[in-house]
């Protein structure tokens, strides 16, 4: 009965390790799809972070290796991508200018599913970021 129950969970914890690809640090199948996303606003506190009330822009570009995405209507983008590093790039043109950063860097890997918040900051090329102070407000 022992070697029975043993025999049963060495093939259990086999199986488990196939069905989720954990087998020391190599995965096993088709790497899965993971998805980048965030949003591209204004920053109109220069903190580098998106506030609830900031601006969001639809129909900014951005760049991640060869392909281009655009904003939806509610400012916000995705890449469906696999398992490996990441460089997405903020493409502004006209009246936006990056903000904190231009590109960031996503290590994508398939311990999450999705990556969120990968947001981008721009700032209005009629505005100078120290416009307030310019003005004495």
């Known amino acids: 009965m022992r070697k029975l129950l043993l025999a049963i969970f060495a093939l259990s914890s086999a199986v488990n390790m196939y069905a989720t690809g954990r087998e020391g640090e190599e995965a096993c199948g088709e790497p899965e799809t993971l998805t980048i996303s965030g949003v591209v606003f204004v920053d109109e506190n220069d903190n580098c972070v998106y506030d609830v009330g900031e601006k969001i822009l639809p129909g900014m570009a951005l760049l991640i290796g ?41 290590k994508a890997s398939q311990l999450l599913n999705n990556y969120r918040n990968y947001n981008f900051s721009v700032s209005s090329v009629y505005a100078p970021k120290d416009l307030n102070m310019t003005l004495g407000r």
Do not use: Q
């Open 66 to 106: 060869g392909e281009k995405v655009y904003t939806d209507n509610n400012g916000s983008y995705k890449f469906d991508v696999g398992v490996a590093d990441y460089e997405i790039m903020l493409a502004t043109t006209g009246d936006w200018t990056p903000g904190c950063e231009e590109s960031i860097e996503v």
